[in-house]
């Protein structure tokens, strides 16, 4: 009787094949922001077949300021998300179980760019100054940066005031702070917009200052990853990914188009686009996707070192996993 189930269970099995096996299998990613340059690779992949190419139908999801991209996760509206490490470990620490599982953007594009006539020209010349910092995670890397300069952000002739910037470039146009947090990709071009010239600024990286902090990643939950099929279904999605940003790197403004035609917004603007996207291909380049573990390191170092109130309270276990690059890329 056994037998009989069994051999009844593959005739139907191999009744439906036919329909079954064309269906490709789904991947919804959730973006941290809305659609532009910054998520180029994706587009490409899914604009270029390289998902198709891989058995997969992939759904990509803008975000936005009222999305956050760890909640869309935990619910159940997407199987990956991209998010910045200080977020995601945020997020791992305080109960909600994301791994990295591929790290494509291997360099920061943060930045703090300044108006030159403030007299500012090191970290030290910040003391009496105000300064626009992004929050909701973002602001780990500079108080950290500023613990390890011991400066403080209470503000007065010692410390810096620290502004809560919007994601604009209008305090530091308006004169309301002498510095601004500022990408690379992005805000800094902004800036530039506005009518001011490179010549009136100064900008610091936080990669060169040795606090930057991993932007970007893959992540997914890591119970979804105990799924042999949810991990098959990860190693083609990352391959394919990858495959889209080495296109974008290599194709700058090819895959500016691409992501023009991918915004139903319309609120991107083509030079914007390919500027933001010449920034971008410095930042991915030197990744295949894998994320290596200095970099993983220097990220969690940065953020226990951030004074009093730290982004993680202890080393994290378990935060990424090689497994799924390991498979992609060889």
């Known amino acids: 009787m056994q037998q009989f189930i069994k051999g009844t269970a593959l005739a139907a099995a191999m009744a439906m094949g036919a329909g079954a096996a064309t269906a490709a299998d789904e991947v919804k990613l959730q973006l941290q922001w809305v659609t532009q340059a910054q998520f180029a690779g994706y587009y490409v992949a899914l604009e270029k077949g390289f998902y198709e190419e891989e058995d997969l139908d992939v759904t990509i999801l803008p975000g936005g300021p009222d999305i956050a991209p760890p909640q869309v996760l935990?619910?159940?509206g997407a199987d990956a998300m991209l998010n910045?490490?200080?977020?995601?470990?945020?997020?791992?620490?305080?109960?909600l179980p994301v791994v990295n599982i591929a790290q494509p953007f291997k360099s920061s594009g943060l930045m703090l760019t300044c108006w030159k006539d403030t007299?500012?020209?090191?970290p030290q010349d910040f003391k009496g100054k105000t300064i626009g910092v992004w929050f909701f995670g973002n602001e780990y890397p500079f108080l950290s940066w500023m613990s390890q300069e011991g400066i403080s952000t209470d503000g007065g002739d010692d410390g810096v005031t620290v502004l809560k910037q919007g994601f604009n470039v209008d305090p530091l146009i308006q004169r309301q702070a002498d510095c601004i947090s500022t990408m690379t990709y992005n805000e800094y071009g902004q800036v530039l917009d506005a009518g001011v010239s490179e010549d009136e600024l100064v900008t610091f990286k936080y990669e060169d200052m040795g606090v930057a902090t991993l932007e970007d990643g893959i992540y997914v939950l890591e119970e979804n990853l105990e799924d042999p099929?949810?991990?098959d279904k990860m190693v083609r999605f990352v391959r394919a990914s990858m495959k889209g940003w080495k296109y974008a790197e290599e194709n700058p403004d090819e895959a500016a188009e691409i992501v023009l035609e991918n915004d139903e917004t319309g609120a991107?603007?083509?030079?914007?686009?390919?500027?933001?996207?010449g920034e971008i291909a410095k930042l991915t380049a030197g990744s295949n996707?894998?994320?290596?573990?200095?970099?993983f390191q220097r990220t969690v170092d940065t953020l226990l070192a951030g004074g009093s109130d730290p982004v993680i309270?202890?080393?994290?276990?378990?935060?990424w996993t090689s497994e799924i690059t390991d498979e992609a890329l060889n």
């Open 268 to 277: 991107q603007t083509e030079a914007h686009q390919k500027r933001m996207m």
């Open 313 to 319: 309270t202890k080393q994290p276990e378990g935060a």
């Open 74 to 76: 935990a619910g159940g």
């Open 119 to 122: 007299g500012i020209e090191g």
């Open 289 to 295: 996707g894998a994320l290596a573990e200095e970099d």
């Open 229 to 231: 099929e949810f991990k």
């Open 84 to 95: 910045w490490m200080p977020s995601a470990l945020a997020a791992r620490e305080k109960g």
